[in-house]
């Protein structure tokens, strides 16, 4: 059954979409929202890698080298984002200029909601539920986002990949994630 969620709906449909945009000063601020997220988060990334205590004998790449990866890719797509916002929102094109094969959405904030907050839930649950609890609701939380109806199977995925993912860190890297309350079995 096709979900009402434009963006997944597009994925399935194969439609190109084109997002409803605003003019004016009020319709660029609201452009700007998401590259401000990305902005903000990469800055809070930042500030933990140069805040990081690192042994003076940690070997390349070291604790810092990854998040300094991730930071530097949520500047570049904020950049990006922002450009193109800021573009978008100057241009507001009529209903006469969609090309066929395209309709106008506006953004699923129930979707975005979703998505959001489950990374929040993350970030504050990761020290206490661990890593595999965790890292399964956030990949649940996400796919509901992108319109997963079917929770008890985005549930057995999710703990799949968190408990793979985790044994991958663990076993295969050396690295230990939070474990939370299964500490007595990890």
């Known amino acids: 059954m096709p979900s009402n969620n434009p963006t997944s709906v597009s994925a399935t449909v194969g439609n190109r979409l084109r997002f409803q945009r605003g003019s004016g000063p009020r319709g ?3 452009a700007l929202i998401m590259p401000a997220v990305l902005a903000a988060f ?3 990334l930042l500030f933990g890698i140069f ?15 990854f998040p300094a990866i991730i930071a ?3 500047y570049f797509f904020a950049v990006v984002l922002g450009i193109g916002a800021v573009r978008a929102a100057l241009v507001t094109p009529s209903v006469d200029d969609e090309e066929p094969g395209e309709r106008m959405v506006g953004v699923d904030w129930r979707s975005f909601a979703w998505v ?14 661990g890593w595999i609890i965790a890292a399964a609701l956030l990949f649940m939380g996400i796919a509901r986002g992108f ?5 008890l199977f985005a549930a057995v995925v999710g703990l799949t990949i968190s ?3 985790y044994i991958a860190f ?5 690295l230990s994630l939070p474990s939370g309350l299964l500490g007595w079995a990890f």
């Open 28 to 30: 660029i601020a609201k």
């Open 42 to 44: 990469a800055t809070y």
């Open 51 to 65: 805040t990081m205590k690192v042994p003076p004998n940690a070997a390349f790449p070291g604790p810092q080298f």
């Open 72 to 74: 530097a890719g949520l």
């Open 116 to 129: 959001a907050g489950s990374f929040l839930g993350f970030a504050f649950l990761l020290g206490i539920l």
């Open 147 to 151: 319109g997963q109806r079917r929770v």
């Open 163 to 165: 408990s793979l993912s």
């Open 170 to 174: 663990d076993m295969g890297l050396g």
